[in-house]
């Protein structure tokens, strides 16, 4: 194969995926895209940061561009801008500094230091992570008082995204009143289409991400982190933790120390991720599960997360657990064991599953859009209402007192910390929960989209379907008509049908995607609503 036949890096990515052993070689061509190619993009952020191709739109040139764009805003950023960012000017943020970091995917160290250089170039001052995941960017802003931190990462996305997340200083993902800002820079820079030179970094403070994030833990107090380590030792447990060659690599050993009891998976150099797409799937967990289903041990955990560490998905052998029983399980746990009080925060698109919990234990429940972000209000120290727990059905969870970011680390300790107080098993503990509070089946798809339809086409496509799905309206399921009892359009469109299942349709804010969200009261529903879902999409689209 000759290196001139590669036109570009998305044609150049189409080879090396499709057979990603053979072909990895020509990682170098799209490193020299990424360094060569001074193309403009369109900078959007969504649900969590800016994500793009790399060597296509992800670029050297871009990244340096959002970088400046960045510092713009903080220059020239007014009164409500600055309040949002969480500092008076722009004096304090270079005082307080910017905490920057990046997963383990290709040229992760190089993009970091282009950011690096241009932040120093400015009298920045600059904290380097190196090798980081999500939760630690957080609270090491919290425990350094950093005005806010830069992670090159596009989270679970596949092997030829790059991405670029921000968060503020109160740690929490950057909402639209910042993110606004930092895109209209952006796109005025790539409508001139600049060119920012690199910058060597002069000067950098290194730092111990997993260090300051265990103090992080012990500082905030929800889990206790000397209970599972007394967990692990007296017990007999047996636990794997798949990394599927993420940067949540020597994370747990960090925190809990060396124990034969804990198995790593995954954990070796691997910037194409073994050809599989790096999120926490039911493909991809079956290897933990089946490993653990060959334990003998009283006590089985298996949890894979993915490159950044803000998703997770869990097992015992015997079950497949997702986030949406899992964060039931947790509000559960927290409140009735734990004593914590609160609400329920959970995304419109998350398994009633925990509703159905929270109503019987008299907590308020608070639905959001879809986006971690939108999580905030209810994750401050100093807010009125405050979260015992907040969750959403793609993976992602916090909880009281901890980071406003999706931490996987978080998640897989509560689950050591649940299976170590209640002395069960995470599947004999949901059986016990269904039994009191009612069996709940949700499920998720999507179906991709061409990248030419990303942003307003495509949510102008599916705009059409708010003209079809009316309430009292008539809905094809399987070989049923049911009518609409209610339709939700806080984040896309959500159609709740008379017998309690609903489904719903809404665009992926960082993917070319559209994504479904369905939920029934029994199993054997779930394939013809699923179907259905995706037949509406379908029509929409065509």
């Not at 170039?121 to 931190?149: H, M, Q, W």
Request: a positive charge; glycine letters at 8%; aromatic letters at 8%.
């Amino acid at each position: 194969m000759k290196i001139d036949r590669f036109k570009d890096a998305g044609e150049c990515w189409k080879v090396i995926l499709a057979d990603v052993k053979r072909n990895a070689g020509f990682l170098k061509e799209i490193k020299r895209f990424a360094i060569e190619n001074t193309n403009p993009a369109e900078i959007t952020f969504g649900t969590s940061g800016w994500r793009g191709e790399i060597g296509d739109d992800f670029t050297f040139n871009n990244v340096r561009i959002v970088t400046i764009a960045l510092i713009e805003m903080f220059k020239t950023g007014g009164q409500e801008v600055m309040k949002s960012l969480g500092v008076k000017d722009f004096d304090e943020v270079k005082m307080r500094g910017i905490v920057v970091g990046h997963d383990n995917r290709f040229l992760g160290p190089e993009f970091a230091s282009s950011v690096m250089g241009l932040l120093a170039n400015e009298g920045i001052k600059v904290f380097y992570a190196g090798e980081a995941i999500t939760p630690e960017l957080s609270a090491a802003i919290d425990l350094l008082r950093a005005a806010c931190s830069i992670n090159l990462t596009p989270s679970h996305n596949p092997a030829n995204y790059g991405g670029f997340k921000f968060n503020p200083a109160d740690g929490g993902p950057a909402g639209p009143e910042i993110t606004k800002v930092i895109e209209k820079h952006a796109n005025r820079l790539m409508a001139e289409k600049a060119i920012v030179q690199e910058v060597k970094s002069k000067s950098f403070q290194k730092i111990e991400a997993t260090r300051l994030y265990e103090d992080f833990l012990k500082k905030r107090g929800t889990l206790d982190l000397d209970r599972i380590r007394r967990f692990i030792k007296d017990e007999d447990c047996c636990i794997y933790i798949d990394h599927v060659h993420g940067a949540t690599r020597r994370r747990p050993n960090a925190l809990l120390g060396e124990s034969p009891k804990i198995n790593y998976l995954r954990t070796e150099d691997d910037y194409l991720f073994g050809g599989i797409p790096p999120e926490p799937s039911a493909k991809n967990i079956k290897r933990a599960m089946d490993l653990l289903k060959g334990s003998k041990s009283k006590f089985k955990l298996g949890v894979i997360m993915d490159p950044d560490g803000d998703r997770i998905r869990f097992t015992d052998g015997e079950a497949d657990i997702t986030m949406n029983h899992f964060g039931a399980m947790a509000l559960h746990f927290l409140s009735a064991y734990k004593n914590i009080s609160g609400v329920l925060v959970k995304s419109v698109a998350t398994s009633n599953f925990g509703n159905a919990i929270a109503e019987k234990l008299g907590i308020p429940i608070r639905e959001t859009a879809v986006g971690f972000k939108n999580f905030r209000p209810y994750m401050l120290q100093g807010a009125r209402e405050r979260a015992i727990v907040t969750y959403e059905e793609s993976d992602g969870i916090s909880g009281y007192n901890n980071t406003l970011e999706k931490d996987a680390i978080f998640g897989f300790l509560l689950a050591l910390e649940m299976i170590s107080v209640t002395k069960k098993n995470l599947s004999a503990y949901l059986r016990e929960l269904e039994e009191k509070f009612g069996a709940y089946f949700p499920e998720r798809a999507n179906v991709e989209v061409d990248r030419s339809f990303a942003g307003a086409p495509l949510l102008e496509r599916l705009s059409r379907l708010k003209s079809k799905l009316t309430v009292g309206s008539k809905v094809i399921v399987g070989k049923s008509s049911k009518s609409i009892k209610t339709v939700i359009s806080v984040d896309g469109i959500k159609v709740v049908l008379d017998d309690g299942s609903w489904f719903l349709i809404r665009p992926s804010g960082t993917e070319p995607k559209v994504r479904f969200y369905v939920e029934t009261r029994s199993s054997e529903a779930v394939k013809d609503i699923i179907e259905t879902a995706e037949r509406l999409t379908k029509e929409s689209l065509a």
